[in-house]
C-alpha cells in the first residue's frame, strides 16, 4: 500500500510540475493571433501529463524551419470546369463570356492549402522559405521549471506521511 502511494505522489508531482511549465509556456508563446497560445492543453496520462500545441504551425514555432527549396518540385493542379464572365481589357476590347473546361495545370513549386495565420483554405506557391529561428516557448519553460519537479513530489510524499 506504501509503495502504491508512494508511486501515486511522484505522478501527482510530476502533473504538478507539468502545470507550472504549462504556465510558463503560456507565458513564453509567441501571439500574433491567439490561435497558438489557445491550442495549448494539459492531457494527463498514467504516468504523469502532455503538454501539446495543436495548430499547423507550433512545431515550427517552438522548433524552427531550416531554409528549403521547392522550386523544382512538380504538382499537377486540377482546375475545375467554371464560367468566365466578360469584361473590357484596359485598351478597350470586349472579351466575351466563355465556359472553361475541366483540366489540369503543371506547376514547380509546393502549394499550400491553409493559411497557417487565418487557418482559412489559401493556395500559394512558396518555391522557397527562409530559415526560422524557433522560439522554443514549451523548451525555455522546461528549462525553467523542471527544476521545482523534486519540491513538487515531495509536496505529495510529504501528505501521504501526514506531515503536511
Known amino acids: 500500500m506504501l509503495i502504491r502511494n508512494v508511486a501515486q ?8 510540475n ?6 510558463t509556456s503560456q507565458r513564453l508563446v509567441p501571439v500574433r493571433t491567439g490561435r497558438l497560445k489557445n491550442s495549448g492543453r494539459i492531457k494527463q496520462t498514467s504516468s504523469g501529463a502532455d503538454i501539446s500545441y495543436n495548430t499547423p504551425y507550433a512545431a515550427k514555432m517552438e522548433f524552427g524551419q531550416e531554409a528549403q527549396d521547392f522550386s523544382n518540385e512538380r504538382h499537377v493542379i486540377k482546375v475545375k470546369a467554371t464560367t468566365r464572365k466578360s469584361y473590357v481589357t484596359k485598351e478597350g476590347t470586349m472579351v466575351k463570356a466563355a ?3 475541366a483540366h489540369e495545370r503543371i506547376v514547380f513549386g ?7 495565420f487565418t487557418g482559412k483554405p489559401d493556395i500559394r506557391l512558396i518555391q522557397k ?5 524557433g522560439r522554443h516557448f514549451v523548451g525555455n519553460a522546461v ?9 513538487d513530489i515531495e509536496f505529495f510524499v ?4 501526514g506531515r503536511l
Not at 9 to 16: E, F
Not at 110 to 116: A, D, E, H
Not at 143 to 151: A, D, G, P, R, T
Open 99 to 101: 465556359v472553361v473546361p
Open 158 to 161: 510529504k501528505k501521504i506521511d
Open 129 to 133: 522559405t527562409k530559415a526560422f529561428e
Open 143 to 151: 528549462k525553467q521549471e523542471i527544476q521545482h519537479l523534486s519540491e
Open 9 to 16: 505522489a511522484v505522478i501527482d508531482g510530476t502533473r504538478k
Open 18 to 23: 507539468v502545470k507550472r511549465i504549462f504556465d
Open 110 to 116: 509546393r502549394y499550400i492549402s491553409l493559411n497557417p
